[in-house]
């Protein structure tokens, strides 16, 4: 039976086009996987570093409702969320849980006058623009749009790809939030009189080139 099998094997071997298809199998599965690899560089999508301090998301927006722009103050109005400094942190834990390890951190780094070293988490390249209060004022979006479900994170970690490909995709889809801005008012007269649907982002230069780099 082994002979045989073997014998099987050799035949198998030595025909031109089984060996021939075997060859071809291989070159695409390492181009797909060569492929696959040069698309996922600068890809972070599941990021999710220890934190100097183990801050709890799921905790303090999820339990306890803490709007995102009470840490991240400039997320409403500024090109950058912003970090939370010490003494944001100090409005509540100068008086609650004090005796926490975590805690005491953030009292170590205010006597020695040293800033808490957060990692960053959601990083585009320098080469993209991206205005938080853009998106978030003017177009209305909710911060799980890009940053998934903060809300449920004990920590916290990149949901989405950021990739260009994935904001192409949400300029194309999503629709202009022109309620009570009377900067769309005649761009929407405009849209509606020449369009059947709702006006969407790439219908105001969202896929240009420049409004994301210049």
Avoid at 4 to 22: D, E, H, M, P
Avoid at 94 to 105: F, H
Avoid at 145 to 169: F, P, R, Y
Wanted: charged fraction near 20%.
């Amino acid at each position: 039976m082994a002979d045989r099998f073997k014998a099987n094997l050799q035949g198998l071997a030595a025909n031109k086009t089984i060996r021939s298809a075997v060859i071809w199998m291989f070159i695409l599965l390492a181009t797909k996987a060569s492929l696959d690899g040069l698309y996922g560089i600068g890809v972070h999508q599941g990021y999710a570093p220890e934190q100097p301090i183990a801050f709890s998301h799921k905790l303090h927006v999820g339990e306890y409702e803490i709007n995102c722009a009470y840490c991240h103050t400039g997320v409403y109005k500024g090109k950058q969320a912003g970090i939370p400094s010490a003494n944001i942190c100090m409005n509540c834990h100068n008086a609650i849980k004090r005796e926490s390890p975590e805690i005491q951190k953030i009292y170590t780094a205010l006597e020695n006058d040293q800033p808490i070293e957060w990692i960053r988490v959601h990083n585009l390249p320098d080469l993209a623009y991206f205005n938080h209060a853009q998106h978030t004022n003017v177009g209305g979006l909710d911060c799980t749009n890009c940053h998934g479900e903060i809300s449920n994170m004990e920590v916290v970690q990149q949901a989405k790809s950021l990739t260009m490909g994935w904001c192409i995709d949400c300029h194309r889809e999503t629709n202009v939030n022109g309620k009570d801005n009377a900067y769309y008012d005649q761009l929407m007269d405009a849209h509606t009189k020449t369009a059947a649907g709702p006006m969407k982002v790439e219908d105001i230069g969202g896929l240009e080139c420049a409004r994301c780099h210049y």
